[in-house]
């Protein structure tokens, strides 16, 4: 078979882990792999894909970014280009295609399924939302950069006695904030599967100082909402659709308000893209390597309209229907984690 990989949405450490074990599982099963740029955008273009041999991707397993390159592409946005991306696979003599991403390259890859064509897809997010897996490439690492951060601000914070607002990425969940902000301490963590009011949070701040805590760590999801407290209105949208949460600077509002109502210095710290830059973990690392192994293997079986996705340790295969169908939000037991060692308190 000829098959075209992609990587679409927003990059993920572990990418280039997952592209290198789809081209050598699917070569040794004695198929041709092209790789295709920029995710879907890469099906509209003139150019065609590139041929991937096993020597090409030999020595990428612990780079960052996407050898492919990626973008927010919509090809369903309107008829022609529905048809473009159709006609794409069909010049490009495609027979199967993985597609690694998360719900917007999914969704893709699911209506691109429902017309006709084999696709197989990856799960690969930080924000660890997608249905029906326990993880997703890119969230292990995201979540480290979170941890090493802390680790970092501690010090500082301790030094000049001052609270800290850390800003972790999650577009409509707080895995990363969750997990990032249990691994490192945090004192408070809020996020949106979390109702805190701003009163909560002002009580938390000054009943840990009054408690002789001298450097207070706080992580805030970038998607979180404080009840009485406003965070700035985001004005762009990607090309999904989703407004763009960096805008709303939450961080930043917090930290000031925190400020203005306790009198205890603040600082905030966006960490932003710094959580998808750079080497992927071991833990990311093999995690692709197991999904983009068990891919290549479903095209091989003829199995398609699948993901493989973890469950429990165990790599197991669910449709892209449902694995696109609702954002995966935070369990409850970190729920009740997050609400024991950095909830607000009374
Ligand atoms: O979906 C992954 C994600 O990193 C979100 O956590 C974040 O809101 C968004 O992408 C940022 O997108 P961009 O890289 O386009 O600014």
């Not at 000031?256 to 306790?262: A, K, L, N, S, W």
């Given at each position: 078979m000829r098959i075209g990989v992609l990587t679409g949405g927003g990059d993920a450490p572990g990418l280039n882990a997952a592209i290198r074990a789809v081209v050598?599982?699917?070569s040794m099963l004695g198929h041709q792999i092209f790789g295709i740029a920029d995710g879907w955008a890469g099906l509209l273009d003139e150019a065609a894909p590139r041929i991937l041999?096993?020597?090409d991707v030999a020595a990428i397993l612990g780079e960052g970014g996407t050898i492919l390159g990626t973008s927010r592409t919509d090809p369903r946005k309107d008829e022609a280009t529905r048809r473009a991306v159709l006609e794409g696979i069909r010049r490009f003599r495609l027979d199967a295609l993985v597609a690694i991403g998360g719900n917007d390259t999914l969704g893709v890859a699911?209506?691109?399924h429902d017309q006709g064509v084999r696709v197989v897809g990856v799960p690969k997010t930080v924000d660890n939302d997608l249905a029906e897996t326990d993880f997703c490439i890119g969230f292990d690492t995201a979540v480290t950069v979170v941890a090493d951060a802390l680790d970092r601000l501690r010090t500082t914070a301790s030094a000049h006695h001052r609270v800290v607002v850390v800003e972790a990425m999650g577009r409509d969940t707080g895995w990363v904030a969750a997990f990032g902000g249990l691994a490192g301490g945090a004192d408070l963590i809020v996020v949106p599967e979390i109702a805190v009011t701003s009163d909560d949070v002002i009580r938390t701040v000054t009943r840990r100082r009054a408690m002789r805590d001298l450097d207070i760590l706080v992580?805030?999801?970038?998607?979180?909402?404080?009840?009485?407290?406003?965070a700035q209105t985001a004005v762009d949208r990607d090309a999904f659709g989703h407004v763009r949460l960096d805008q709303r600077a939450i961080g930043a509002v917090l930290a000031?308000?925190?400020?203005?109502?306790?009198g205890i210095e603040a600082r905030q710290v966006v960490l932003g893209h710094l959580q998808r830059g750079g080497s992927p973990t071991?833990?990311?690392?093999?995690?692709?390597?197991?999904f983009g192994n068990a891919a290549a293997d479903l095209v091989h079986a003829g199995r398609t309209g699948v993901l493989p996705v973890q469950r429990?340790?165990?790599?197991e295969v669910a449709t892209l229907a449902d694995a696109v169908r609702e954002t995966r939000r935070l369990s409850d037991d970190i729920i009740e984690l997050v609400e024991r060692f950095a909830g607000v308190l009374d």
């Open positions: 050598l599982r699917a041999i096993p020597r699911q209506w691109v992580v805030v999801s970038e998607a979180a909402e404080i009840a009485g407290m406003e000031r308000h925190i400020e203005q109502h306790t071991a833990v990311d690392r093999l995690r692709a390597t197991r429990g340790g165990r790599i």
